[in-house]
C-alpha cells in the first residue's frame, strides 16, 4: 500500500489524499464550485470482468451535440452537466477583459463541457477532451488534497468496442485498514475522460449500497457511443 499525497479532479465532493499534486483548473474561474465530504467504507474487490456496452430499457439518453456523442442513464439519476469555468491566464488574448473572454468563450461552446450523473451512493463525470475545450469546464467532479494510504487496481472496460484499462484507487485512513473513498478514471483515445467516486457515507448510505451504485455507472459508461 503506498502512502502519498494526491489533488483529485474528478462532481463536487471534497477529497483527500497523500500524491504528487498533478491538477489542471482553470486560473481564471467564474465562480467556485461547491464542495462536500465523500468518505466511503470497508474495502471489497472490485469486479474484474470487463464490462461491454449494455441497452437498458427505460433508461434515458444524454446527448451532446456538440462533441457528438451520446449516453444512457437510469431515470431515477440525477443528470448533471456543467459549462465553461474558467480558462488558463495565459491565454487570454490582448486587448480583452476577463468578462469578454468568459462571455466569448460561453458563446463558443454551447452545451456541457462535463456531463455525468449523480446516484445517492456514487457519480460520475464525463469531460470532454482539453483539446476541443474540456479545458475550460474544469474541474469536473472532485477536488481536494490531504494524506491518505492510496491502494490502485487495474481492471478493464469496453466503451465504444474497445478495451481501456479501468484504474482503481482506495483511499484509507494512514496506518489502518478503514476505507475512506474509492474513485476510479479511463481516459478514451480521443481524450474523453471518465471519472466516478462513491459518497455512501455523506449520505448515511452503506458500502453496499456504493458497490449497487458503482454496477450502475459502469453501464452508463459502457453505454457511450459517438454520433455517426
Request: glycine residues 10%; aromatic residues 10%; negative net charge.
Amino acid at each position: 500500500m503506498l502512502r502519498r499525497t494526491a489533488i483529485l479532479l474528478l462532481p463536487v465532493v471534497l477529497l483527500a489524499c497523500n500524491t504528487i499534486q498533478t491538477a489542471i483548473t482553470p486560473a481564471v474561474p467564474i465562480e467556485p464550485t461547491a464542495g462536500a465530504t465523500a468518505v466511503p467504507p470497508t474495502d471489497s474487490p472490485t469486479p474484474t470482468q470487463p464490462v461491454g456496452p449494455t441497452a437498458v430499457p427505460g433508461w434515458l439518453t444524454y446527448h451532446n451535440a456538440m462533441f457528438g456523442y451520446s449516453f444512457d442513464y437510469p431515470p431515477e439519476a440525477t443528470l448533471t452537466t456543467t459549462g465553461v469555468t474558467g480558462y488558463p491566464t495565459e491565454e487570454l488574448p490582448a486587448g480583452l477583459e476577463p468578462g469578454q473572454y468568459i462571455a466569448t468563450l460561453e458563446a463558443t461552446y454551447t452545451e456541457a463541457l462535463c456531463a455525468g450523473i449523480e446516484l445517492p451512493a456514487a457519480f460520475l463525470v464525463l469531460q470532454a477532451s482539453d483539446d476541443v475545450g474540456g479545458r475550460y469546464g474544469g474541474p469536473c467532479g472532485i477536488s481536494g488534497i490531504g494524506a491518505y494510504d492510496l491502494k490502485t487496481e487495474e481492471t478493464s472496460i469496453t466503451i465504444g468496442g474497445v478495451t481501456y484499462p479501468l484504474r482503481t484507487t482506495r483511499l484509507y485512513e494512514v496506518g489502518s485498514d478503514t476505507l475512506v473513498n474509492e474513485f476510479a478514471g479511463v481516459v478514451l483515445e480521443d481524450g474523453t475522460r471518465f471519472n466516478f467516486a462513491s459518497t455512501w457515507e455523506m449520505h448515511g448510505l452503506t458500502y453496499e449500497d456504493y458497490l449497487a451504485d458503482r454496477a450502475i455507472i459502469l453501464q452508463v459508461m459502457a453505454s457511450y457511443r459517438t454520433d455517426p
